[in-house]
């Protein structure tokens, strides 16, 4: 069966700090990868998507950068974080089924990230 | 772009009263509406879902339905158990890989 992994749980950094944050899927091949981000009660803002190796796109212009180095690995990236950046840091995975249906979406453990 | 809104924002109902949440969505080209609970502190879980070919689905006591004429879908849950109580998504997929989240109701259930 498939896992996502996400680390570190939690992480408190300070301002200005840099950041990066792994996200892992396993007992799958080629998924779609997402990042997204949640504030304190609040929705869900998609970050980043890729749909392979090397392949990203960005959904929101800011400080944040994300990387796929491998098929089943995506990355969350700062050089410098900034007090708006705390929050709830989601990775997720989907596989594009049969016929291009798009199958279940699925959340990792998440990344509680205080930034002071 | 999909956009997708969701009401009421907040929903408290008695312990086995039935809980209704809404969702418009704005893309007439999206086939696949999931609903997503999230407990306070953990992800979000999926639990269930719906695609443009069908109409209703059920799974217990949790059913979604689609009116894809009007571009609206529900979440129904009856017999409603404290446990319920949490935070409920939906969310529309367009021909791209995306999930378009509303904004979330949090429901609770008062035993």
């Known amino acids: 069966s498939q896992t996502i992994h996400q680390w570190p749980a939690t992480l408190v950094q300070p301002v200005g700090s840099p950041l990066s944050l792994e996200c892992t899927v396993e007992?799958?091949?080629?998924?779609?990868l997402y990042w997204y981000r949640q504030a304190a009660g609040r929705g869900l803002q998609l970050l980043f998507y890729?749909?392979?190796?090397?392949?990203i796109s960005s959904e929101v212009p800011q400080n944040l950068s994300a990387s796929r180095p491998q098929d089943r690995q995506f990355i969350l990236s700062s050089k410098k974080l900034l007090l708006s950046d705390s929050g709830f840091y989601l990775c997720a995975w989907s596989v594009r089924g049969l016929a291009g249906r798009f199958n279940e979406q699925f959340f990792g453990p998440g990344t509680r990230l205080t930034v002071l | 772009g999909e956009n997708v809104e969701q009401h009421p924002s907040t929903l408290s109902v008695q312990e086995g009263d039935s809980a209704v949440i809404k969702c418009t969505y704005s893309?007439?080209?999206?086939?696949?509406f999931p609903w997503y609970k999230q407990e306070l502190g953990k992800r979000p879980q999926l639990i269930i879902d719906?695609?443009?070919?069908?109409g209703e689905k059920k799974d217990q006591r949790i059913a979604v339905t689609l009116n894809k004429t009007a571009k609206h879908f529900s979440l129904h849950i009856t017999e409603t158990q404290p446990e319920d109580s949490a935070v409920y998504f939906c969310?529309?997929?367009?021909?791209?890989?995306?999930?378009?989240f509303g904004s979330g109701t949090r429901l609770l259930v008062r035993p």
């Open positions: 719906i695609r443009s070919n069908v």
């Open positions: 890729s749909v392979g190796i090397g392949q």
């Open positions: 893309d007439s080209a999206s086939n696949y």
């Open positions: 969310a529309g997929r367009d021909s791209s890989y995306k999930l378009i």
């Open positions: 007992g799958t091949s080629n998924p779609n």
